[in-house]
């Protein structure tokens, strides 16, 4: 109740004309620089941070809160239309975005993934709101081997997917390891597979590769199948937008499930981009129709979306309570709270209250404004798609070779995107899949890293990954997601199921 | 715009090029700030934090561009200022990583591929103890560490300034530590509140909130002189009355980590000599004496020949550890 009390002080606080026309003007910043690959929410802000100096803090944190909103909506904008991720966050959203756009269904998808992705960013703020001081203490119990078993999981729930043969998912699961191996080592402070090269002693960004992968990748596909783009007949009006938002409460387990998977990734930390993909594989596997994902499933569409919001809206729990950010763009967001005068930690909610609690009763309200600016540029965004392929191709690879330099201000990434580009049409074509590459991009060094921390500690004793009950079950519950497809096939075997797929609802 | 501005500067640099670089060096185009860490590290506060007093006390004409390249230990900034000789529009912003990280891994560059502006503060290390641990004082501490399963201690990245001044305290004591290298010293603040390791080094800005909100306590600083006195932190301790390490009986008497600034090599000394007032005039402001304050550091500002000599004590003593660790690659 006393939250509830504290809220309704934030919204007193934040319900200012100023403070909406702020909001307003984050979110279509935001949405542009989402539009944009590798441009991203963490450059976008760290780009409006200078703005913000001579601001109030409450202003300043409005500010750039309302702008990471408009960078999520407006990355799946791009998934869905190009199959080019314009966050890191929204790649799962183009396993069956894509798809559902290319059969002319544009809107419905676009729709589908602002609606339940502003449902995942409340839910969020909801969990904010009322667990606070809960999940901040929660969030301390997690060292290095409880990280270890959230990533442990991710990958777990995430293996098998796709209809690629096994062989095909480890070749390319482990060139994702490879490429996050290059660079400094955290653990042991040297440098790995740079060459002597000194452009990779940074490593290589995931961006880059994912720009390369599915940017250049696709284009170059595209290209060879005869310069068109398929589904360019999308069907664009506002009404197929409302039939969208009656057919949502369908969704509502997948929803709720990606909800609850996204606020625990993003208060971990385990971040947004393993939000979605853990959430679109436990999606696709309790899914009667886990055949269908991957060709345009909507729950496909729903899953990851919903998660990367809640993840992305619960990371700016830890920021605040513990000084941990749970994502790269809370990161950025902590260095200005340091620059306005604020220190982030467990002090912060009772000095600042006003502060605090006129910043979450701003994601409430800024959310709301983002939903609403989003689908209101659905038809807008969903109508590129009829532009002809030979003028909006040119245009997405100069965008993406943009993005790219924006990511280091470097050129040698350039050429980075463009062998990963070859990489992209190589595995599209000989039927690699290029996700699990990516996964293992994103969570591979952290996964490492937690790893090897967690074996100093105990000594080299893989018992520490059961040492206690948080760590054990998450573990445990790891291991039998990865061994779900045997079990499940041994299961149905002996209940005599010969005729089912062995696929079962866990609700 | 951060990309933007920096094709700008490049089509600046192609029209105007031919006229800068006379007497009287002012700059007159944006001048880069290169951050040696991610957003939101220690030296990137640092940066921004220069960057707003410019802005605010209108301390140059020409804007600022910051932009990060931490990758590495913060090696890809320095490469990325050892690349641009000669350009005196990138102003390089660092630690001693600048001098040493060179020692422990092989880079693309060497220390002497950019020239000193200045050393704006010295940052504190303090020994750390989650807030329930049975160790009173320094002694307690290292009495434990020197049983047989030792103590667990955590830092920022791998042979850098934490795991150093981690290998000063056990040569000094004899006391055994196992280091964890983290990413930064805001993950070891955590997981020193949250018990899952015994002690962290941490400097005072980064185990601040976690200090006052009673999760954590200082058992010593490693510094000369005790620290500015300053408002009360946690319950009746302010800064200054934690006792330095060597007042309880540890015998490490100073390590502090220099906030540098660096300009690539071969730029003009009038050049050097525009930075240096511009900072010079920077650290007189009053937002300056708050940054100092806020963070605890300690207010030193060194240029020239100071910074040099301080330089050159600084590497000596971190190579001899280097050198008994067997971390050297040179």
């Not at chain 2, 850098?160 to 930064?184: C, E, M």
Request: hydrophobic residues 50%; neutral net charge.
């Amino acid at each position: 109740m006393e939250n509830f009390s504290n809220l309704m002080t934030g919204f007193s606080v934040a319900l200012t004309t100023y403070h909406i026309a702020i909001m307003g003007a984050g979110v279509l910043l935001g949405i542009l620089v989402g539009v944009l690959p590798g441009l991203g929410a963490p450059n976008g802000v760290s780009l409006l941070l200078p703005l913000t100096f001579t601001m109030d803090p409450i202003s300043a944190i409005i500010l750039l809160t309302s702008m990471y909103w408009g960078a999520l909506f407006g990355g799946s904008t791009t998934s869905i239309l190009f199959n080019i991720p314009g966050e890191p966050s929204s790649v799962a959203t183009t396993f069956d975005g894509y798809p559902l756009a290319r059969k002319g269904q544009a809107t419905h998808a676009l729709t589908l993934a602002f609606l339940s992705a502003g449902i995942g960013a409340l839910f969020g703020v909801l969990v904010i709101t009322g667990l606070s001081s809960w999940v901040a203490k929660f969030a301390l119990k997690f060292s290095s081997p409880e990280y270890f078993a959230v990533y442990f999981l991710t990958f777990a729930s995430f293996v098998g997917m796709g209809s690629a043969s096994p062989f095909k998912t480890v070749v390319s699961m482990m060139l994702g390891f490879g490429f996050a191996t290059v660079g400094m080592d955290t653990i042991s402070g040297s440098l790995r597979l740079t060459y002597e090269i000194p452009d990779l002693i940074k490593g290589i960004s995931f961006l880059i590769a994912v720009i390369g992968l599915f940017g250049i990748g696709e284009l170059l596909l595209t290209m060879e199948e005869g310069l068109r783009f398929d589904g360019i007949r999308a069907r664009v009006s506002p009404r197929e937008v409302l039939k969208t938002i009656a057919t949502l409460p369908r969704h509502w387990v997948t929803l709720l499930r990606s909800c609850l998977i996204g606020c625990w990734m993003g208060i971990t930390p385990g971040g947004p981009t393993a939000a979605s993909f853990m959430s679109y594989g436990l999606a696709k596997r309790f899914s009667r129709r886990g055949k269908e994902f991957g060709k345009g499933e909507p729950a496909g569409i729903v899953a990851p979306e919903a998660a990367d919001h809640s993840a992305g809206t619960s990371a700016m729990l830890p920021m605040l309570a513990l000084g941990i950010p749970g994502s790269a763009t809370a990161a950025v967001m902590m260095g200005g709270l340091m620059i306005w005068g604020l220190t982030p930690g467990p002090m912060l909610f009772i000095e600042r209250p006003d502060f605090v609690w006129g910043l979450i009763a701003s994601m409430y309200i800024g959310n709301v404004v983002a939903v609403v600016l989003v689908l209101a540029t659905v038809p807008l965004f969903a109508s590129i798609l009829r532009i002809p392929f030979s003028i909006i191709g040119p245009v997405i690879v100069v965008v993406c070779f943009i993005g790219a330099y924006t990511v280091n201000s470097g050129t040698f990434d350039l050429w980075l995107v463009l062998a990963f580009g070859l990489v992209g049409y190589v595995f599209k074509k000989l039927d690699y899949p290029i996700a699990p590459l990516v996964l293992a991009m994103v969570l591979g060094d952290k996964a490492e890293d937690a790893f090897r921390q967690s074996m100093i500690m105990a000594r080299g004793s893989l018992a520490v990954f059961w040492s206690n009950g948080l760590v054990g079950t998450i573990m445990t519950i790891g291991v039998l997601l990865l061994l779900w497809p045997l079990l499940a096939a041994g299961i149905s075997r002996v209940s005599g199921g010969f005729g089912r797929t062995p696929s079962i609802r866990l609700n | 715009m951060n990309s933007k501005m920096s094709i700008a500067a490049a089509v600046c640099a192609v029209i105007f090029g031919a006229t800068a670089a006379q007497a009287e060096w002012k700059p007159t185009k944006p001048v880069e700030f290169v951050v040696t860490s991610g957003a939101g590290g220690g030296t990137d506060t640092f940066a921004r934090t220069i960057q707003s007093i410019i802005a605010k006390n209108n301390l140059m004409e020409a804007p600022v561009v910051v932009v990060n390249k931490g990758g590495g230990s913060g090696a890809e900034g320095y490469v990325y200022g050892a690349g641009n000789a000669g350009n005196p529009y990138k102003l390089i912003f660092g630690t001693n990583n600048q001098y040493l990280l060179p020692y422990v891994a092989k880079l693309g560059y060497k220390p002497a591929d950019m020239v000193p502006v200045a050393s704006m503060a010295l940052d504190e290390f303090l020994i750390w103890v989650n807030a329930e641990a049975p160790y009173k004082d320094i002694k307690d501490f290292v009495d434990a560490a020197k049983k047989p399963e030792g103590l667990k201690m955590g830092g920022s990245q791998s042979k850098d300034t934490d795991q150093t001044l981690v290998s000063i305290v056990q040569n000094a004591t004899g006391a055994k530590f196992t280091y964890i290298p983290f990413k930064s010293g805001g993950e070891a603040a955590v997981q020193l509140a949250g018990a899952h390791i015994d002690a962290n080094v941490n400097n005072p800005n980064e185990n601040f909130g976690q200090w006052k909100a009673g999760m954590v306590r200082p058992l010593c600083v490693f510094s000369a002189n005790r620290m500015a006195a300053g408002a009360k932190v946690a319950g009746d301790m302010s800064w200054s009355d934690i006792p330095t390490c060597k007042e309880g009986g540890l015998n490490v008497e100073n390590y502090q980590m220099p906030r540098t600034v660096w300009l690539p090599a071969g730029v003009p000394d009038d050049a050097v000599k525009f930075f240096v007032d511009v900072l010079t005039k920077a650290q007189q402001t009053p937002e300056w004496k708050s940054y100092i304050e806020r963070t605890s550091q300690t207010d030193r500002f060194l240029t020239g020949d100071e910074m040099r000599s301080f330089v050159k004590a600084d590497e000596e003593k971190a190579v001899q550890v280097f050198k008994k660790e067997g971390w050297a690659v040179q």
